[in-house]
């Protein structure tokens, strides 16, 4: 069984910054991609932005030069930096796994429990 724990996420003011942070444990052999979404209330979870294992990121144009992810693969952990955030980054922030090959070959999609960010005006 694979696990995604996330930390990092709480209140700041609009301007601050947060820097998100999501560990993935079990038996792994291999992720590929790894990311962030974001789903606010009464609205459909979103992509934040994404990274493979070989380095490629994508992100929403919303975040695009604020938000940066970068990922740990010996770790098996990815970070997400929020820099310059405003009251419409306030969402729950799930990380997600994708294509999670564990030792026994078995190959899954995980989601992390979700971290709350909010950002006050």
């Known amino acids: 069984q694979v696990q995604l724990v996330e930390s990092g996420g709480g209140l700041v003011q609009a301007g601050e910054s947060l820097r998100l942070s999501c560990a993935a444990s079990?038996?792994?052999?291999?992720?590929?991609?790894m990311g962030w979404y974001r789903q606010a209330p009464g609205k459909q979870r979103e992509l934040v932005a994404v990274?493979?294992?070989?380095?490629?990121?994508n992100y929403a144009d919303s975040v695009k030069g604020r938000f940066t992810i970068s990922r740990d693969n010996a770790k098996n952990t990815v970070y997400l930096q929020m820099n310059s955030l405003k009251p419409e980054d306030t969402a729950v922030y799930y990380c997600?796994?994708?294509?999670?090959?564990?030792?026994?070959?078995?190959?899954?999609?995980?989601w992390g429990q979700g971290t709350q960010v909010t950002v006050s005006s």
């Open positions: 997600n796994a994708d294509r999670v090959v564990s030792t026994n070959y078995y190959t899954a999609n995980y």
């Open positions: 079990g038996r792994i052999f291999s992720i590929n991609s």
């Open positions: 990274i493979t294992s070989g380095g490629s990121t």
